[in-house]
């Protein structure tokens, strides 16, 4: 095991993290001489060209180093500039973002397909509400048809998601008409993902696209295939097969685990696995097993992203976001781990093993050197899934470490899909999205902001996606969460209805009224689909623009770490949002890429980006641009008039 350095050396745990059963393992980890990604960062010293993204390695010319403190000093040995080199980089963080996206989703329809061609058997269409109306959104017929062949219609229809060589993606259909029009002007409606990824990578091989602004264009349509593409199908999918979220109420944090029951963690992204999983801890012949071993039951429990979705789905308690991985397993209670594919560390493996823990990678994409694979099939998905279970009920019985559970857990609200924030606001007779449209312009609710995306051990976990959500809320505008995000908040206890009272006066009295909680949790981080569907109706029910860059709305991943987090904030800036990242921004300051990124496209009728490190001032960037469309829209003097109080009355008299 290699141990740290120098113990005193080691950064202070309360500047690692703000979740407290984090922070115990942290400390039991360094203790028991074992080495967890927050001390990985203090000891592995960012590159500071490569954080800014001024160097290049797409040929052996190079690598090409420039100088961020002088970008236009030199050049590559091709000569490529500095914003040919970002550009081509954050290009390629978008192909392999929205790689990962699409792959899975495509995953999530060859799953359908064979579901409905009868091939697979232990899923089904569970929600044909949602299948209709997600066929019709294509413009499919399904007047007098069968579900099955309204299910057949639609896989042809959604596979051009992915391989469609010309013309436009199908949920194209569903982007606000005047939005569309912008695209087809700038030439960004995405054709198959497939198609656009490769030409990201073509163009950004040596020698091909060297101008920063047409570079960026692709950029721009690799994302949309994501955005309204490969993520959404991912999102319509999993609902049609698995249901579509309704609110439910559960516990979060690393208390959720037992001490006296088999503990089995499901971390990853695909919500076949996790499914699955579900019914094999509740097989009455394994519950036996279990009991048979002296446990009280089987836990199953989630992290990171299917986590959000099951917890969505199921009300299936999650035990803690991505910078959490690792240290959950040094509570000795895990008894298994089981993970399929993104935001899986590869330092997982070496904390499993310390503690004995059952680690099983499930997906052909993704196995882990020394890690134990046990490939999961959807045809015969019991096969993996009990055989997890039976291996961590042999762990219990032979448990051999002690158990130290940090006892803190959280109650929190979770699945507030677009359809169900229709319908929360609208009422079952007519939902409607009016209800929040007309909030918006009379003022009580000033706009509304995603804050989304994963935790990085490189700052203090969860502190910024808390900071922020608090100073907007109590500023009134509403939060919309996906990923990481929201589990930093569910553990901070704001998705509740009973958060409201941290919430400004008109966000406050909106929640009391309809009993909602000020942050709604919409499910992982392709569910951020669902924020661009909502986006949309907004746009539809009219009133506050007539494209959705005219919404007062702003997006922020505060922790990003991934690259698929960058090809998010990519879709969303050319949706036409105005999207803040934390952390740090690959790109050298001051330089034309980064004008054109910070300001061009909102120029061009898109988003725009921005970066800030500090929480309260990206609040204050992200409430700023909120102000400034409720300005365009005409509908600041409302809420102006709201704010004057008594002394400035008498000021103004
Ligand atoms: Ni999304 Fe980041 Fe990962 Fe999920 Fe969590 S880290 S970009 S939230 S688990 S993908
Ligand atoms: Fe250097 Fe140009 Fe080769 Fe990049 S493509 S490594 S900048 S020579």
């Known amino acids: 095991m290699d141990k740290p350095k120098d113990k005193d050396k080691l950064p202070d745990i309360k500047d690692l993290t703000i979740c407290e059963s984090t922070g115990q393992m942290i400390e039991k980890a360094r203790s028991e001489g074992i080495v967890l990604g927050f001390d990985r960062a203090a000891t592995m010293k960012a590159c500071p060209i490569g954080a800014d993204s001024a160097c290049c390695k797409h040929c052996a010319m190079g690598p090409c180093r420039l100088n961020s403190k002088d970008p236009y000093g030199k050049v590559g040995v091709c000569g490529a500039t500095i914003d040919t080199i970002m550009a081509r980089n954050f290009g390629r963080m978008i192909a392999a973002g929205g790689a990962a996206h699409t792959d899975h989703g495509m995953v999530m329809l060859d799953v359908f397909r064979d579901v409905i061609s009868g091939k697979i058997t232990d899923y089904e269409v569970k929600d044909t509400e949602k299948l209709i109306s997600v066929a019709e959104s294509v413009d499919i017929e399904t007047e007098g048809k069968s579900m099955e062949d309204i299910a057949k219609e639609l896989y042809a229809e959604l596979e051009r998601t992915y391989t469609q060589v010309e013309g436009e993606i199908p949920f194209a259909k569903r982007v606000p008409p005047k939005t569309l029009e912008t695209w087809r002007k700038l030439g960004i409606v995405p054709r198959g993902a497939m198609r656009e990824i490769m030409e990201m990578m073509h163009r950004t091989h040596m020698g091909v696209d060297q101008d920063y602004k047409n570079i960026t264009t692709q950029c721009s349509r690799t994302a949309l295939s994501d955005g309204w593409g490969g993520s959404m199908v991912a999102t319509e999918i999993s609902d049609i097969l698995f249901g579509t979220p309704v609110p ?7 208390g959720v685990l037992k001490e006296n029951e088999v503990n089995i963690i499901v971390h990853g992204h695909e919500p076949n ?25 089987i836990n199953l429990v ?44 590869q330092g997982l493996m070496k904390v499993a093993k310390c503690y004995d823990t059952y680690m099983f990678t499930t997906n052909p994409r993704c196995k882990i050197e020394g890690c134990d694979h046990l490939e999961f099939h959807e045809d015969k998905p019991l096969d993996t899934t009990d055989e997890i279970v ?45 209800p929040l449209n007309d909030n918006i312009i ?3 609710i000033r706009g509304v902001a995603g804050v989304v995306g994963c935790t990085n051990p490189r700052v203090k976990q969860d502190y910024s996606h808390v900071e922020l959500v608090k100073e907007l809320i109590k500023n009134d505008v509403l939060v919309l969460q996906t990923g990481c995000s929201q589990i930093a908040l569910a553990k901070a206890g704001l998705l509740t209805p009973e958060a409201a009272y941290l919430a400004g006066d008109g966000l406050r009295e909106v929640c009391e009224t309809v009993g909602m909680p000020p942050v709604l949790g919409l499910g992982a981080c ?14 539809k029910v009219g009133g506050l623009g007539e494209s959705l860059a005219d919404l007062p709305v702003a997006g922020c991943a505060p922790e990003y770490m991934s690259e698929k987090a960058i090809c998010i904030g990519q879709y969303f800036v050319a949706s036409g949002v105005y999207t ?7 790109i050298v300051e001051g330089t034309a890429f980064q004008k054109y990124l910070f300001e061009g496209l909102e120029q061009e009728g898109l988003g725009k980006w921005g970066f800030a ?18 300005k365009a829209l005409g509908i600041d003097k409302t809420r102006e008039r709201k704010l004057v109080d008594m002394a400035e009355r008498r000021e103004l008299a």
């Open 248 to 254: 439910v109420a559960t516990e979060v944090n690393m």
């Open 273 to 297: 696995l996790f499914e699955s999983m579900i019914a094999s801890a509740n097989s009455p012949s394994l519950i036996e097993a279990a009991k048979a071993a002296g446990a009280g039951g």
């Open 302 to 345: 989630g992290m990171c992203c299917s986590g959000l979705e099951m917890i969505s789905r199921h009300g299936i308690p999650h035990a803690g976001n991505f910078s959490s991985t690792e240290a959950i397993l040094v509570t000795g209670a895990v008894d298994a781990f089981a993970v399929d594919i993104q935001c899986i560390q």
């Open 390 to 434: 039976i291996k961590a009920i042999s762990r219990f019985k032979g448990r051999k470490h002690p158990v130290q559970i940090p006892k803190t857990k959280n109650t929190s609200i979770h699945g507030f899909s677009y359809e169900y924030i229709n319908y929360m606001l609208g009422g079952s007779f007519r939902g409607s999205y009016t």
């Open 442 to 444: 009379n003022g009580r």
């Open 526 to 539: 392709v569910d951020n689909s669902r924020i661009l569907i909502a986006a949309s109706e907004m746009v």
């Open 580 to 586: 803040v990242f934390g952390v740090t921004f690959p």
């Open 613 to 630: 490190k500090d929480p309260h001032e990206i609040a204050k960037m992200m409430i700023a641009h909120i102000d400034k469309k409720r």
